[in-house]
């Protein structure tokens, strides 16, 4: 029952996000100049972030200030997640030395079943597991997928939500561009 419960919801948080955010971005012209589901917001702290990836190696978001963190929220049972990761496993090795850290968060799947899917859609990329879902709720992300951009200052100044095709056009042009951003 629970397993059917947690995509309910999440799809439901999701689309009520939509709507709360479509509602801003409309009065926000600076909006207009990013690409199409990009959404500028507010500025404030990232939340704290230390979770373990699925090698068991910890990540604590604190100590990667400096650049521009692509936290991306995740689950396999999500159908645009599913058809999203392989573009995010496509950009991952043009940012691996660059301005830009993409990281992945699981949220409140098993390991086994993290494994399995990223084994066979995106074989070259690594996530934190966030088994509980804990600090994803802390995060907030308004559904499944969605991608904060944290500033190298530690601030909240984009999200994404619902997949992207991060290899194409516009928006390998915004990750390049947060790179050469001096000044979120």
């Known amino acids: 029952m629970q397993s059917k419960i947690i995509p309910f919801l999440t799809g439901l948080l999701f689309l009520l996000g939509t709507q709360a955010f479509a509602e801003t971005t409309a009065k926000s012209p600076a909006t207009s100049e ?8 507010d500025g404030r702290d990232a939340p704290d972030l ?3 990836d699925i090698n068991g190696e910890t990540y604590d978001i604190s100590k990667h200030r400096g650049k521009w963190i692509f936290m991306h929220f995740w689950a396999s049972w999500c159908g645009p997640c599913r058809k999203e990761m392989p573009t995010i496993q496509a ?6 030395d660059s301005g830009l850290s993409i990281v992945l968060v699981n949220t409140s799947e098993d390991e086994d079943t993290v494994f399995d899917f990223l ?3 995106a074989p070259d990329m690594n996530t934190l597991l966030d088994s509980d879902g804990i600090v994803t709720a802390r995060w907030q ?3 499944l ?5 944290v500033d190298p200052e530690g601030k909240l100044r984009y999200i994404a939500l619902g997949g992207r095709p991060w290899n194409e056009g516009e928006y390998l042009g915004f990750l390049k561009g947060l790179i050469d951003k001096k000044n979120p």
């Not at 990013?34 to 917001?41: D, E, M, N, Q, S």
């Not at 950009?91 to 691996?96: D, H, L, N, P, T």
């Open 34 to 41: 990013l690409p199409r589901g990009i959404i500028t917001v």
């Open 50 to 52: 230390i979770l373990n």
């Open 91 to 96: 950009i991952s090795s043009e940012f691996k």
């Open 119 to 121: 084994g066979s859609v």
């Open 141 to 143: 992300p308004r559904g």
């Open 145 to 149: 997928p969605s991608t904060w951009f």
